[in-house]
């Protein structure tokens, strides 16, 4: 039996367990990626571990996500990362350099390596045949330090695509097709595979916006195979001598396989607030719009913004739009700036913003009250745009570009033909503003720059005997990180502050949670499906451990966030019959005896006091992520065992 492109990389970098769907494997990491929203606490993590240097292939630590300076907080945690960064044998990319998406593919990415980032879309690196996967922090300290990535061996699927996509179609309506298909949770627990002669049509930042947002469908990863349009992207790069060939064997076998044609294709959108509501432009069309925004992970290359300046060249945009532009990185921006592309894109009326994430974190441009706001970016939940009743849609270049000028929803395939643009031979090549670290003997004398915004991280106690606490809050389905832990311009400043987070946690579902938790001192959460979904931030299980909450139980998890509540020693569990979602209240008194036991147990049973009932749940955990949470989170562990 052959192998797909993923299980080839994983067999390559298996370092426990066995590649059998369901069962938690070990991967050696090659490179890592941090962002600066997340990096603050990953490198204290880092630090922690007392390993002077890295031990990776590749380490970068990006700026990218808090580059709003509106008061010291920020430009402090830059600093902090940039010595630590110079001291530990990391990379910096410096403020302004770009999105570390982007960035990572034109300068970092190698076909058949393994890649864990502090960022859910790190599978970005999948458009160049990467194994890349988002992790927590914490993860990503421990793979710098040599340490080994587990997950859990997951399903293939393979997304076969055919034909080639029409005129005004792009990627972002294939990513969108596979939401509609498969929804916000049907990639958990699956690597999304892409195959068949249509891939040949797509170039290297084409299929990246795909696996980009494959994190949207809450996929471990999504890949590519690594071809001759992969070559002619790596040596437009000046990185020819790490491409290497990849390819899925031809009797390969799949758990589940999906059929695109791609020439079928139209353009759509996915409608507020999730990325699977998916509706097609034809039916949008004529709706008037408040916002249009052009940039993050998602759809920023030159590629795309090259067909956004064709777009906008000699037009202005309507009156009633606000249209901002953020190109991905300044390799993009020197681009258009040398090609005369952002003088069109100037001249239209756009506002230039910062090549970074942006409005894309809610870091500035939220839509007027109730606005409706067209984005080619990969997240539209409830309020993450900053504005609470912004009404959110997720679109194409084009028809971000051909809207802005309509000031209504527009379907750009009624616009005649399209221009043809194609990717460079040679992309314009200026590393100047990524910093290679200090050398071995240098790094001593490096000093390590801490700003008063940096905190120490929750403690954590060892798993007691028995957990006894109220259901303090109760949610339902598909609830995203960015309820558990908001962020935006407010509350982005204070990530290596969680006593000052805590205020904030799970605000969009109930302001009233962190007050309350405090005064309990401590708390169970109940949720529905898909739990936890989104971004990889550790601080969604850091700043509830922080407020007092031992347990989590709900339907069903997603995979990022299940490891990073298991790192910070909070019980995650299932219910065993969904149905009990529906037989406890908000505020029932819980009981979870010889939780210790129930964890070798892998089931436990939940008395609920108040009602006089009990229901069993499973905490289906790996024999490593039991000890963890016995030890009361990562840190204790790794201590304890060091
Ligand atoms: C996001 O898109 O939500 C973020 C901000 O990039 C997050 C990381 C974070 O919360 O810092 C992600 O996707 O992991
Ligand atoms: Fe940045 Fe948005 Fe991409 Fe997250 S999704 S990395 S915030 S651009």
Redesign the pocket.
Known sequence: MGFTIAQKIIKAHLVEGEMVVGSEIGLRIDQTLT?D??GTMAYLEFEAMGVPRVKTERSVAYID?NTLQTGFENADDHRFIQSIAKKHGIWFSRPGNGICHQLHLERFGIPGKTLIGS???TPTGGGLGMLAM?AGGLDVAVAMGGGTYYITMPKMVRVNLSGKLPAWVSAKDVILEVLRIMSVKGGVGKIIEYGGEGVRTLTVPERATITNMG?ELGATTSIFPSDDITYSFMKAQGREADWSELKADDDAVYDEVIEIDLSSLKPLAAAPHSPDNIKSIEELKGKKIDQVLIGSCTNSSYLDLMRVAAILKGKTVHPDVSLGIAPGSKQVFNMLAQNGALADIIASGARVLECA?GP??GMGQSPNSGGISLRTFN?NFEGRSGTADGQVYLVSPETAAVSAIAGVFTDARELGEAANIELPEKFYINDNMILEPASVEEADSVEILRGPNIKPFPVTEELPAEIAAKALLKVGDNIT??HIMP?GAKILPY?SNIPHLSQYCFGVCDSTFPERAKAEGKSIVIGGSNYGQ????EHAALVPLYLGVKAVIVKSFARIHLANLVNAGIVPMTFVDPDDYDRVDQLDELRIPDIREALSAGTATVINVTKGTEFTVKCEVSGRQRDILLAGGLLNYTKNNA
């Open positions: 962002q929203a997340t996500h960022d859910s879309h988002g994190a994430c894309c974190i997240r990180t960015d962020a990530r989104g971004s990889s931030r």
